[in-house]
């Protein structure tokens, strides 16, 4: 698969670092559809009940908030940071394969099988995240990082968008759970392709870049910041509000509403062309309202768009509610990203990256728990998605009117792209 990016680098290197990376972001974007927008279906066809659905979204969050740390200590015992990637990577890429077994054991068994399909390999995923941070940053310098991001989230909503679409036909012709099966299998082999992209980066940075000078401030704990407590509680509400209501969203289209794969599929392709379209504006919006203020009218168009599925009497309307979901999520992303940037000193970067990391982790553990348990005492459903409709217009609410409401409200600072796994 060859990828045509016109990027203006010097060397030769990291023209092929550049290549490299977006080829990387593409094949795991046509892995990851599998993940991201069947695996829940699946695991509703398996019979999982909403409590299993919520561990299935949220223990690889917890896992990933512990295994993170051990990243550094990874690296410390490798010779570079290829080398430090290539076992977790592998271990991470399992998460494509272990599903297809699920149908071979038990009925009882399938849904625990599951959980512990992508369980495990959250443990190499926050080890081989960390490599890869690093990686990229020796890949290309700094001058490209902002052009490098932004082809890297489009080549990933690419990837997703067409192997949505063709996994969505696929699992509609062909017999289940055969249709899964093969569809994990073919994502495993798209997540070898990035994987093999990957490994084939080089370092230039470190042999380019001028050392760092002598007088360079210590780090200091983000823990100990009032800016970075800020952000994180910022983090931490936008997050557990957005995903409280994520397990149980396949459920009320599928149970209520008999969606099937294909309308899913359609689904996911809504939210993202519609989360591909807000990106070429938030430069605009940030420079005029600020990261904060964007974050908090963000989160208000994804209560507006749980309230429509809860509410909708039929599929096509839900579509919408995609495209809000979906442009509106984006939006939140880019906005905490560039609000978790300005509020960071540069000598302390890579310490608030990972404090940064373990507080998304928290809150992506916690927030699919609270509809999950809701919907497994018998509520129904409509009540859940509302509940979690309420839940994110008051983070909005909060984000921007809350004790938190003056906190460095940049108009000058664009925010960059995070194309990322």
Not at 69 to 95: D, I, Y
Not at 119 to 125: D, M, N, S
Not at 402 to 408: K, Q, S
């Amino acid at each position: 698969m060859r990828f045509g990016v016109s990027v203006d680098c010097s060397l030769p290197d990291e023209r092929a670092n550049y290549r490299y990376l977006v080829q990387d972001i593409t094949w795991f974007g046509l892995a990851f559809a599998a993940t991201s927008r069947f695996l829940s279906v699946y695991a509703i066809r398996l019979g999982a009940t909403p409590l299993e659905l919520g561990l299935i979204s949220s223990l690889p969050a917890i896992i990933l908030l512990f295994s993170s740390a051990l990243g550094g200590w990874w690296l410390a015992h490798s010779r570079t940071p290829q080398q430090a990637l290539l076992l977790p990577g592998l271990g991470h890429r399992l998460l494509f394969l272990l599903p297809a077994f699920a149908p071979f054991l038990p009925e009882s068994w399938q849904p625990a099988w599951l959980i512990f399909s992508v369980a495990v390999p959250a443990i190499p995923q926050g080890i081989a995240s960390i490599a890869f941070m690093v990686l990229m940053r020796q890949a290309v310098h700094d001058r490209l990082m902002p052009s490098l991001l932004s082809h890297r989230q489009m080549a990933l909503n690419i990837g997703i968008g067409i192997a949505a679409l063709a996994f969505g036909l696929w699992l509609e012709q062909a017999p289940f759970p055969l249709n899964y099966q093969v569809m994990f299998v073919v994502a495993f082999l798209f997540a070898l392709m990035s994987e093999r992209a990957c490994l084939k980066i080089r370092a230039i940075v470190p042999a380019h870049d001028p050392a760092p000078q002598a007088t360079t401030p210590p780090q200091t704990s983000p823990w100990r910041s009032q800016r970075f407590l800020r952000v994180a509680t910022v983090v931490l509400a936008s997050h557990i509000a957005f995903t409280s209501i994520v397990p149980v969203t396949p459920l009320r289209l599928i149970d209520d509403l008999s969606a099937n794969e294909g309308f899913l599929a359609l689904f996911g392709l809504a939210e993202l062309v519609a989360g591909a379209t807000i990106t070429l504006f938030t430069s605009r919006i940030v420079a005029r309202i600020g990261n904060q203020a964007m974050i908090a009218a963000a989160m208000i168009g994804t209560a507006l768009a749980a309230l429509l599925i809860a509410l909708a009497p039929s599929l096509p309307l839900t579509l919408v509610a995609a495209a809000l979901s979906g442009a509106s999520w984006t939006a939140v992303g880019v906005g905490i990203y560039g609000f978790f940037t300005e509020n960071t000193p540069p000598q302390s970067m890579t310490s608030y990256s990972i404090a940064y990391q373990q507080v998304i982790g928290l809150g992506l553990f916690i927030g699919p728990m609270i509809g999950s348990t809701l919907a497994n005492s018998g509520t129904p459903l409509v009540l859940v998605v509302l509940a979690g409709a309420g839940l994110r217009l008051a983070a909005g609410a909060f984000i921007e009117h809350g004790i938190f409401a003056r906190i460095g409200r940049s108009r000058r600072l664009r925010p960059a792209m995070k194309g990322v796994k």
